[in-house]
């Protein structure tokens, strides 16, 4: 599979675009560089904006009051959160009024308030059990949580994404403790959040989306669930991906374009030509200035021009490489060059 192409901006294209949040539009407290600008003029050319993260641990109003901090103005209705979609998988299964073991933060509460539920302690009595991301969740909640669910009490996890990025770096997420209470109780929760489809099916049926796209820097949860409801997906590289996840990529979790940035939403997506491989490279690519090859298993990239061309030029002789031959080419000899949007970032 190689990268799509378009005849004009992905903004243009798509009535909404669907961003995930932590590495797409802020890390921490902190925006993205270039992101607030970036979406700004991708609302002027018509798309408009929805906010879909699997935190599970703020309510709606926090996130876009964070948004509006780094310069994104939201309404609390632009955001879905997986904590609502987990709310709502509870709704559908046991009704208002239902009383609901909850371990997570004040983002989970509420969502599960604004459905009608009633959030209870690990030990009251409750007809199901959830689970979201909470910094502050207490090592007892989770043991006596865990043995309800060992017992028998349906479980909904928000989400299951094994890594967040904070300002120290790339942290553990729920998903550790999904495994870990998994592992214990030998039950496999329902998951709300991405990349299965309550998340995303949530966001669109609000949005009245015809013609979404799915924005974000994970391929697991953010490419894979777009991939999940049929949505085209952009892949930005500010986040947890870098270029040995890029090489890894299998064929059914690869996305439809690449960019570095958010500024490839105002970007018409590039032909980007998979060269004849012989002899000893097993995967070739050429785009805006840059000719990347893997031979011997080593990733090499010549030439000059953007940041999202590199990225772009990357992906598809490294998928050659990886379709030829099952392995994942050596990326540890190539840097990408800085976007220009942003400043003082590190190479990934």
């Not at 103005?73 to 979609?85: K, L, R």
């Not at 000893?280 to 021009?305: E, F, H, K, M």
Request: glycine letters at 12%; a negative charge; charged letters at 20%.
């Amino acid at each position: 599979m190689v990268l799509e192409s378009t005849s004009g901006a992905l903004a243009e294209e798509h009535d909404v675009v669907m961003l995930d949040l932590d590495g797409v539009v802020y890390v921490g407290r902190a925006g993205v560089p270039g992101a607030a600008a970036y979406l700004g003029e991708a609302r002027e050319r018509g798309a408009r904006l929805a906010f879909v993260t699997n935190n599970a641990s703020r309510p709606p109003s926090a996130v876009a009051a964070h948004l509006a901090e780094v310069g994104v103005p939201a309404e609390e209705a632009d955001v879905v959160t997986s904590a609502q979609a987990a709310a709502r998988v509870l709704r559908e299964r046991h009704g208002a009024g239902a009383r609901v073991l909850a371990l997570g933060a004040q983002g989970l509460l509420e969502a599960l308030a604004a459905e009608e539920l009633v959030p209870v302690g690990v030990e009251d009595d409750a007809v199901a059990a959830v689970t979201g991301y909470g910094p502050d969740v207490l090592w007892r909640d989770i043991m006596a949580a865990s043995v309800r669910i060992r017992d028998g009490l349906p479980w909904v996890a928000s989400n299951t994404d094994h890594t967040i990025p904070t300002p120290m770096g790339v942290a553990p997420g729920h998903g550790v403790l999904v495994d870990m209470v998994q592992r214990f109780t030998g039950v496999t929760p329902t998951v709300a959040g991405k990349p299965e489809r309550p998340l995303l099916d949530t966001t669109t049926a609000r949005c009245g989306a015809a013609r979404a796209l799915m924005v974000g820097d994970r391929i697991d949860t953010d490419i894979v669930g777009g991939r999940a409801v049929g949505v085209p997906t952009l892949l930005v590289m500010t986040g947890v991906t870098g270029a040995a996840e890029l090489a890894a990529c299998p064929a059914e979790e690869r996305p439809t374009y690449v960019a570095a940035d958010l500024g490839g939403l105002l970007e018409a997506q590039p032909v980007v030509e998979a060269g004849v491989v012989d002899g000893d490279a097993t995967g070739r690519s050429a785009v805006g200035g840059w000719t990347a090859q893997v031979r011997g298993g080593r990733l090499d990239v010549d030439g000059d021009g953007s940041a999202s061309d590199w990225w772009r030029a990357v992906a598809v002789a490294c998928w050659q490489h990886l379709d030829a031959t099952g392995t994942p080419a050596d990326t540890t000899a190539v840097h990408s060059p800085v976007a220009p949007s942003a400043p003082g970032t590190t190479d990934r």
